[in-house]
C-alpha cells in the first residue's frame, strides 16, 4: 500500500511539475515610506527569489512567488529606515504575445496582492525597531514582464501598503504625518525561466 502511494505521488507531482512554469529573480527596489513627510525613492534595496507560474503555457494563470525584499527610506535630515521581508506575491498574470519586426516576444501584465513577514527592521542608528512594527504586512501589486529571450525576461512592477505597517501611528520610529507610514516601491528585476 505504501508503495502504491508513493507512485501516485510520483505521477501525480510529476504531471503537475508539467504544468508549472518558474525561475528565479534577481533585481532592486527603490522605495520610500509614505507618511513621514519625506518624498523620493532614495532607499534602493535587494529583490531576490523565486516565481511558479500556473499553468506555464495558457495566457491566463496564476503567479506564486517568494522573495526577499529591503525597503524603507533614506535622506539625510530625516532618520533612515531599513527593513527586510520575505514577500509572497499572489498575481493575476495575462499573457499577451507581441510582434517587433519578425520577431514574437512575450509580455505578462500582472497584479494582486503581496503578503510580507518582516524579518528584521533598523533605524539610521541601526537600533532594532521591529517590536514597534506589525509583523504582517499586506501591500497591492501591479506590473509587466517582458520576455526578451527565451528563458530571460525583464520585470517592473509598483507595489504599495494597504494597510499601515507600524503599530499605532508609527510615532517615535519615524517622523509620521496623521496617516500611515505604509510602504511604497517599484521592483525592477531580471528572471531567469527554467520553463
Do not use: C
Not at 525561475?23 to 532607499?43: E, H, R, T
Amino acid at each position: 500500500m505504501k508503495k502504491l502511494l508513493f507512485l501516485l505521488l510520483v505521477l501525480t507531482s510529476g504531471r503537475l511539475s508539467a504544468q508549472f512554469g518558474g525561475g528565479l529573480s534577481v533585481g532592486f527596489n527603490p522605495s520610500q515610506i509614505d507618511g513621514d513627510g519625506v518624498s523620493g525613492y532614495y532607499k534602493a534595496g535587494l529583490s531576490v527569489g523565486g516565481f511558479l507560474r500556473l499553468p506555464a503555457d495558457k495566457p491566463v494563470g496564476v503567479q506564486l512567488e517568494m522573495l526577499y525584499d529591503q525597503l524603507g527610506s533614506n535622506e539625510k535630515t530625516f532618520p533612515i529606515a531599513k527593513m527586510s521581508y520575505i514577500s509572497f506575491p499572489l498575481l493575476l498574470s495575462v499573457r499577451t504575445p507581441v510582434q517587433f519586426g519578425a520577431d514574437e516576444h512575450i509580455i505578462d501584465f500582472h497584479g494582486g496582492l503581496v503578503p510580507g513577514y518582516l524579518i528584521s527592521a533598523k533605524d539610521s542608528y541601526d537600533a532594532d525597531i521591529s517590536g514597534r512594527l506589525n509583523r504582517m504586512d499586506l501591500r497591492g501589486a501591479a506590473g509587466i514582464t517582458y520576455k526578451f529571450a527565451k528563458s530571460v525576461s525583464f520585470t517592473a512592477r509598483f507595489a504599495h501598503s494597504l494597510v499601515p505597517f507600524a503599530k499605532g501611528s508609527g510615532a517615535g520610529i519615524l517622523y509620521v504625518q496623521q496617516t500611515g507610514p505604509w510602504h511604497r516601491y517599484f521592483t525592477f528585476a531580471l528572471r531567469v525561466h527554467f520553463k
